[in-house]
Nanobody
Framework: EVQLQASGGGFVQTGGSLRLSCAHSGFTSQYWAIGWFRQASGEEREGLACFSNLDDTTRYADFVKGRFTISKDKAENTIYLQMDALTPQDTAVYYC??????????????????WGQGTLVTVSS
């Protein structure tokens, strides 16, 4: 059974940083991708960053480039999202998701089969 556990959200002031973690287990596919998404109140869920172990690639949405960094632990069991220079516009519930069919890093929500429970990030002005 695939399990995803997102954590690390919290309350931070403008300009602050947070590091989110996505612990995963139960993958049966050799190749997989982990994507980070977020959904602000009343908004669509949007892709932020992703990592694929197929070719060790990372991708970022243009609006987070230079502020967010995706990384992994040595065993690749946990994928992190380091978020810097946060603004109130970053306030949202953040989700990690797994694509375990072909392991392509992308921001198409429908390609991700499993989703974590979400972790709330609140940035105050």
């Amino acid at each position: 059974e695939v399990q995803l556990q997102a954590s690390g959200g919290g309350f931070v002031q403008t300009g602050g940083s947070l590091r989110l973690s996505c612990a995963h287990s139960g993958f049966t596919s050799q190749y997989w991708a982990i994507g980070w998404f977020r959904q602000a109140s009343g908004e669509e869920r949007e892709g932020l960053a992703c990592f694929s172990n197929l070719d060790d690639t990372t991708r970022y949405a243009d609006f987070v480039k230079g502020r967010f960094t995706i990384s992994k632990d040595k065993a690749e069991n946990t994928i992190y999202l380091q978020m810097d220079a946060l603004t109130p516009q970053d306030t949202a519930v953040y989700y990690c998701a797994a694509e375990t069919t072909i392991g392509i890093c992308n921001f198409i929500r429908g390609t991700y089969e499993e989703w974590g429970q979400g972790t709330l990030v609140t940035v105050s002005s």
